[in-house]
T-cell receptor
């Protein structure tokens, strides 16, 4: 059962426009969420995170929004640039489960394509 | 900035052989995580270590074992390899400090091919 869902396998956006990547989760115990960017043959690169006590976190062109009641988060990239073309993974963690070094649960990723 | 180092980057083994993957965390990171990513799949958490002790366990097969050493590097030992073990294996590290949020930083991965 996929606890973190990214329902769009791919997304095409024009350069300069806003890219919005969506993620839904089913486990209400998740309290920390992260977005990673991944190029082929490379490891995931951390982009931005948000804890469950917040509903928005911003870092430069990247903003993550969290709607806990809907169990939904989204990543906004403004403006989109050609170098943003990559696979984006949403990940979640249940940090309140006991303080251990908890593994992340990933979604299946969304392939973002920025068109010139 | 220093990143997570994994070796080897590529490994080819035959069925029933053993393999050892190594991970060197970012300096001053004392927590290490292992993930497996099959073709077209999302990364699956295997196991984690904090201060040389196993901390969390995911979907790691019994044929696999791992440990963290005094210098905080970690090794994933895989025995009786099967064709289905062919995957990308990622190591991630994070710092443990006063903050309860732990961002994990990933290495470049080891691509294992079992023939």
């Amino acid at each position: 059962d996929q606890q973190v869902k990214q329902n769009s396998p791919s997304l095409s956006v024009q350069e300069g426009r806003i890219s919005i990547l969506n993620c839904d989760y089913t486990n209400s115990m998740f309290d920390y969420f992260l977005w990673y960017k991944k190029y082929p043959a490379e490891g995931p690169t951390f982009l931005i995170s948000i804890s469950s006590i917040k509903d928005k976190n911003e870092d430069g062109r990247f903003t993550v929004f969290l709607n806990k009641s809907a169990k939904h988060l989204s990543l906004h990239i403004v403006p989109s640039q050609p170098g943003d073309s990559a696979v984006y993974f949403c990940a979640a963690s249940d940090l309140g489960s006991g303080g251990g070094a908890d593994g992340l649960t990933f979604g299946k990723g969304t392939h973002l394509i920025i068109q010139p | 900035a220093a990143g997570v180092i994994q070796s080897p980057r590529h490994l080819i083994k035959e069925k029933r052989e053993t393999a050892t993957l190594k991970c060197y965390p970012i300096p001053r990171h004392d927590t290490v995580y292992w993930y497996q990513q099959g073709p077209g799949q999302d990364p699956q958490f295997l196991i984690s270590f904090y201060e040389k002790m196993q901390s969390d366990k995911g979907s790691i097969p019994d044929r696999f074992s791992a440990q963290q050493f005094s210098d905080y590097h970690s090794e994933l030992n895989m025995s009786s390899l099967e064709l289905g073990d062919s995957a990308l294996y990622f190591c991630a590290s994070s710092p443990r400090g006063a903050l309860w949020q732990e961002t994990q930083y990933f290495g470049p991965g080891t691509r294992l091919l079992v023939l």
